[in-house]
């Protein structure tokens, strides 16, 4: 059973959140953070629209208790097309994952199970409209000591262990030769223009929505699991915006000097924009305090869950 103290807060305004220090009034820049009750973990979150006309990107950042466990979720969703899809992923996905009924005994089964009937839901919804847009997820779960990162899209997961920069995802490019195949052999085409793209329209090859390509674009995610150790320091999720112009590496060496994760965040988001990046850059980052890591206390209330951004 999922426990939740409270309805969703704005974004920076959480239980144990640290105040938004900076928001552009037309919504174009917003950042936030906050702590675990405990103190075994800090977040920082931060959003730009950059050089895009709109806003497609959305995050999601919760804990909540469940079965007397307490459960952290994070997730980037990055529409294209439009923002209906991510907006529909930040409202819906985390709520269906922690509802399945394997959730805690097989959290693998449940997100693979989870992400597939939220892509059916999502296009259930759409069927009545013209819109035909899509968006990614990259989504982590941390329950106890063990992180579960699932991928749909060229999001990305990044961890730092002892200042190495670990994937703990791979983008889905339709030129990736496994990818490629699954799509021909569903009777698919790859094409070059400009880029790879399937059927000479889509730059990803999994995706949630995106109806007319639905046979080829599937939702199915590829799931890591870790253990969290010592030596597992930060986790980095964010959008191909952050990540186009910014290597796992550098992404890695950007927010380890930074104490707070929000700043962290941000500076990710500034360096990306500095660096050219033409789209929307979204990012989260989770540093892990193991000197307060203990998965046998009692769980302390959640803090609300809450959500940013925007579109």
């Known amino acids: 059973m999922m426990v939740d103290s409270g309805p969703a807060a704005e974004p920076g305004a959480a239980a144990n959140a640290s105040p938004e220090k900076d928001r552009a009034g037309n919504g174009d820049y917003a950042c936030g953070g906050w702590k675990s009750e ?3 973990l800090t977040c920082g ?4 629209r950059g050089q895009r006309v709109s806003m497609e990107d959305y995050c999601d950042l919760k804990s909540t208790k469940i079965d007397g466990h307490t459960v952290h979720l994070f997730g980037i969703f990055d529409g294209h097309g ?12 985390f709520e269906n994952l922690t509802r399945h009924p394997q959730f805690m005994s097989d959290t693998k089964l449940a997100l693979s199970e989870t992400y597939k009937k939220t892509d059916s839901d999502f296009l259930a919804a759409e069927s009545n409209t013209s819109r035909d847009d899509g968006s990614t997820a990259s989504t982590a779960v941390l329950i106890g000591k063990h992180l579960y990162v699932a991928n749909v899209g060229d999001s990305r997961a990044v961890i730092s262990k002892t200042g190495k920069a670990i994937p703990l995802s791979n983008d889905h490019k339709p030129n990736r030769s496994d990818e490629r195949k699954r799509i021909e052999d569903a009777g698919g085409v790859v094409t070059w223009t400009g880029t790879w793209r399937v059927g000479g329209i889509l730059a990803m090859s999994r995706a ?3 109806r007319l390509l639905k046979q080829f674009v599937v939702a199915e995610p590829e799931i890591q699991e870790q253990v969290v150790d010592e030596e597992l320091e930060i986790l980095v999720l964010a959008s191909d915006g952050l990540w186009d112009v910014v290597a796992n590496e550098d992404a890695v060496s950007l927010v380890r000097v930074e104490e707070e994760p929000e700043a ?10 500095s660096r050219g990046s033409a789209d929307n850059i979204t990012c989260i980052v989770v540093r892990f305090h193991h000197d307060k890591f203990d998965v046998d206390q009692s769980p302390s209330p959640p803090p609300n869950s809450y959500s940013g951004l925007t579109s």
């Open 208 to 210: 949630f929505g995106n």
């Open 82 to 93: 439009g923002s209906h899809a991510a907006e529909y992923l930040k409202e819906h996905l």
């Open 45 to 48: 979150y931060s959003s730009f």
């Open 264 to 273: 962290a965040a941000r500076k990710l988001t500034e360096t990306a924009f």
């Open 38 to 40: 405990d103190g075994s």
